[in-house]
């Protein structure tokens, strides 16, 4: 596709978009760089679920009557926004989740009550969020397999050549983060995909912290599975993605039993409600996914490429001024990062600094970031951790880094 | 930043950075570790017991400025106490940085301890302050039970 327009983004307009973003945190403007944990929202999604509530609330693939049959269509075209999002083959390939853990947990639970069993391998990896370690320690707990684990450098880059040692006839399947949370790394995730597919390996994908950032193609990566959350993509809390491949999906047996579900029961037997349907038991949370649906309507408004372009100059400046301050050292430096930068002061626990950061109107995230084995390999106890968006802006990098100077003023008094 | 530096008393500080009692207490007869998931701060308090009396205490791990200076000092003013003493200090500690008792804190039973009144203005550091009195207490409830060498 040949682009002409100039993929810039106007960065006062977009913070206008953001109600949130005009507010002061102790009489300072506030200035958000948590964004890894939950972005804010965007005035078009909180409208999407106000109005949907107001207009349009009724349970969803239910009723003949009109509302019913509105909101099973907001549902489903979010979904079908979700599928063109991530550029799956067919809306049946995407299940709503609550979020990128529930999706996780759902391939954890499913494939691998089907798939895995004594004496099998699950492959993850050294910069896992907790959501990526602990399903798969429970799968391996229940079915007597074992958890293997891709190293990682000082850098905080994944040791490829470690990562194929790993696999063997054993390996059932591979997780893998496509963007660290608490580094900030890119992953090689279409290599190790590959990888792992001459192999015949199946791999799931992590992308709760790469849709925010980048645009993701599922099937040019050739991902089997794929997992991210709404709320970190600008939608609200409840509303996730699972891509599956049908082939994938199709052979998996259900995780929930309730409603929706299925397409026939009786007491001695239940049949099961077509893709994606088998997979969403119950009541979902309809406002969540119609929000989602909202926030990807605004994404592809702004434009990937624009995003991508804004934010890869923003981080890199930050990376720069972060680096330079007095005290500062960054943890992880990889080859290609996103959104993310953690850094230590020297002297001073993430903790206090946070705290004395949060005094300036600064929310960074001080803690271990639910990645208490990367901390443990830079053998540290937590990080700070400033984690970007589109709207963010270089004025805020220079207000981070002149409040780490307060910090550094409190500390060395 | 005034209510900052209200927060980060030079004596904190100064514990912060240069710990009093730091490591493990050779001939301790009792331990516990405190752990705060949120941020990752690990205290473990060690401590000789004798009869009543905490005859030696000392602590390490790591944490924050909070954490680490309330865990310097704590062992500074309960080291060669009475169990007893550090059980009613312990209440007054935790009304001194809750500010949930409606006493005004005696400052005078409380003695260097006073420096972390700061801490009531700000809730969720709390458990930083806490964290090593609730690790003492564990320990001294093992230490109760542990045989002890004289009497």
New interface residues.
Partial sequence: MTRTAKQTIDVDAVRRDFPILAREVHGKPLVYLDNAATSQKPRAVIDAISSYYESSNANVHRGVHTLSVRATELYEGAREKARAFVNASEAAEIVFVRGTTEAINLVAYSFGQSRVRAGDEVVISAMEHHSNIVPWQLLCQRANAKLRVVPMDRTGDLLLDEYRKLLNERTRIVALPQVSNSLGTVNPIAEMIAIAHQREIPVLIDGAQAVPHFRVDVRALDADFYAFSGHKMFGPTGAGVLYARRELLESLPPYQGGGDMIASVTFEKTTYNVLPHRFEAGTPDIAAAIGLGAAIDYMNAIGHDAIESYESELVAYAVDALASVSGVTLVGTPKHRAGVVSFTINGVHPHDAGMILDHEGIAIRAGHHCTQPVMDFFEIPATNRASFAFYNTRDEVDRLVAAIAKVNEVFRA | ?S???EL?Q?MI?DHH?HPRNFGRLAGANCHAEGFNP?????VTVYARVEGGDIRDLSFEG?????C?ASASLMTDELAGRSIDHADKLFVQFHDLVTGESAKSPDVDALGKLAVFMGVRE?P??VK?ATLPWHALRAALKDGAKAPVSTE
């Fill in positions: 930043m209510n900052m530096r980060y030079e500080l950075k949120l941020c990752g701060d690990r790591s944490g924050c400025a909070i680490m700000f969720v550091r930083c």
